[in-house]
C-alpha cells in the first residue's frame, strides 16, 4: 500500500477564548459595585473614554436608593462623622459607675482590684460561633461579655471590659473617651486603652471600634490585610466621596485597578458589625 500525499478538507467547530470573550467572561461575574469600580478604572486609564449619563428616572432612582463606589465612601465617612461627635454625646451623659456596677463597686474599685488574687475561667480552645449566638437570641453584651471573660482573668480588667461593654452603640462602636472612662473607674487611661486593645480582638471582628476607619481596620487586620496601601485608603475615604480620585491614588501610591480591587474588598466588610445580633444597644 502506498502512501501518497493528499489534501481533504474538514468542517468542525471549537471555541476559542479571544481576550474580549475573557473580558466578557469576568465583567459578567462581578458584583455591582465591582462593576463600577472596573468602569472608573479604565475611564482613569483611558481618556478616550467617555461615561454615558443614565437616563433619568427619579422614581427609579428614590426606590433604589444610592449606589456606587462614591455613595459607598458617603455612607463610610458620615458613619464615621456620627461616630467622632459621640464622644461629646458621652461627655454630655449624666452616668455614675454606681449605676453600671453593683452597689459593692465603686470608682475606686478597680484599684481595689488590682491588689485582689486573680480570677481564672474555664479557657476554651474554640472561637465562639457568631452565627449560633445570633440564632440563640444572645445579646451583643452576653456575647462580648462571654469572650471577655475567658480574655481577661484579673478581676480589675474585668470591670474595665464591662465598662466598655456598656458604652457600646448597636452598632458596636464605643461611644465614651477612654480618659472619661478612667475618670469613672479611677483608674489610669492607659489601663483602658490595653483593655480596649485586648477587647477589639473579639468577635465579630470590628466591634469596639471608635469610628468607622477603625472597625474596617479591625477587620482588615485579621484578614491580614491592612497593608500600608490599604491603611492609605481609609485614611482618606473622603476623597473618594468626593470623587477625587486621581488625588486619593497619588496619596495611597496606588494604580485604578489597585483602587478598584481595594474597594471590592472593603465592600464586603461591615461596618456596622453589632447590627449582626438584636439591634439592641450593647448595655
Not at 475573557?22 to 458584583?31: D, H, N, V
Not at 496619596?251 to 458589625?273: H, I, N, S
Amino acid at each position: 500500500m502506498a502512501l501518497t500525499p493528499r489534501l481533504e478538507m474538514r468542517q468542525a467547530q471549537s471555541l476559542t477564548l479571544t481576550p474580549q470573550l475573557m473580558q466578557s467572561i469576568r465583567l459578567l461575574q462581578l458584583s455591582h459595585l465591582e462593576l463600577n469600580a472596573f468602569v472608573e478604572a479604565e475611564l482613569l486609564r483611558n481618556p478616550l473614554l467617555e461615561s454615558a449619563e443614565p437616563e433619568n428616572n427619579s422614581d427609579r432612582d428614590a426606590d433604589q436608593g444610592p449606589t456606587g463606589n462614591e455613595d459607598f465612601a458617603e455612607d463610610l465617612v458620615q458613619h464615621g462623622e456620627h461616630l467622632d461627635a459621640a464622644g461629646d454625646i458621652a461627655t454630655s451623659m449624666d452616668t455614675e459607675v454606681d449605676n453600671v456596677f453593683p452597689e459593692q463597686v465603686g470608682q475606686d474599685s478597680v484599684r481595689e482590684a488590682t491588689h485582689a488574687p486573680a480570677i481564672r475561667g474555664h479557657q476554651s480552645e474554640d472561637a465562639p460561633d457568631i452565627e449560633q449566638y445570633v440564632a440563640s437570641g444572645t445579646t451583643l453584651a452576653e456575647h462580648l461579655a462571654a469572650q471577655t471573660n475567658l480574655i481577661f482573668s484579673h478581676p480589675a480588667d474585668r470591670i474595665i471590659a464591662r465598662s466598655l461593654i456598656d458604652n457600646l452603640d448597636e452598632a458596636g462602636y464605643l461611644c465614651a473617651d477612654c480618659q472619661q472612662l478612667a475618670e469613672q473607674l479611677g483608674t489610669e487611661i492607659e489601663d483602658v486603652e490595653a483593655v480596649l486593645e485586648a477587647a477589639q480582638t473579639c468577635e465579630p471582628a470590628g466591634v469596639f471600634a471608635r469610628n468607622v476607619t477603625e472597625c474596617l481596620a479591625l477587620q482588615l487586620r485579621e484578614k491580614d490585610r491592612l497593608d500600608p496601601m490599604m491603611q492609605g485608603l481609609l485614611d482618606n475615604l473622603g476623597l473618594l466621596a468626593n470623587h477625587e480620585l486621581p488625588k486619593l491614588m497619588k496619596l495611597v501610591g496606588c494604580t485604578a485597578d489597585d483602587l478598584a480591587d481595594m474597594l471590592a474588598e472593603l465592600k464586603r466588610l461591615d461596618p456596622k458589625p453589632g447590627l449582626r445580633f438584636d439591634g439592641a444597644p450593647a448595655q
